[in-house]
């Protein structure tokens, strides 16, 4: 079973990847968090195949996160979903993202992303 861990601040678009994403909940074990600072607690104490994450987040921000978990779990994919870049975010999170993939995305195209990281 894969496993995918979701990060984003704001928890209505949480719930929205939860219900976007329901009729895969028997082959993904899917966890949702609304922090940086959870996931890495999360990842610290489970392993994840993939982790998708929001850039602009309170804290510390999406290229910040994927950063450390490159650092500390590099075989988890690492697949960055966001409405917001600007080309300084982009240069930031192109060396430690797999997939960067833009708010709204279609299930399809965030189904295909994580299989292919998780593959």
């Avoid at 993939?101 to 292919?116: G, Y």
């Amino acid at each position: 079973m894969t496993r995918v861990l979701f990060v984003d601040d704001e928890r209505m678009l949480l719930n929205a990847l939860k219900c976007m994403l329901r009729g895969i909940r028997r082959e993904w074990h899917m966890v949702f968090v609304d922090s940086g600072e959870a996931a890495l607690s999360e990842l610290g104490k489970n392993a994840y195949d993939v982790i998708v994450t929001d850039m602009r987040m309170p804290q510390m921000d999406g290229a910040e996160l994927l950063r450390r978990v490159a650092e500390q779990w590099p075989d988890t994919g690492r697949v960055l979903l966001s409405g917001y870049t600007d080309e300084d975010a982009r240069e930031r999170v192109a060396n430690v993202a797999h997939a960067c993939l833009d708010k709204p995305c279609p299930a399809t195209e965030l189904c295909a992303a994580i299989e292919q990281q998780a593959a």
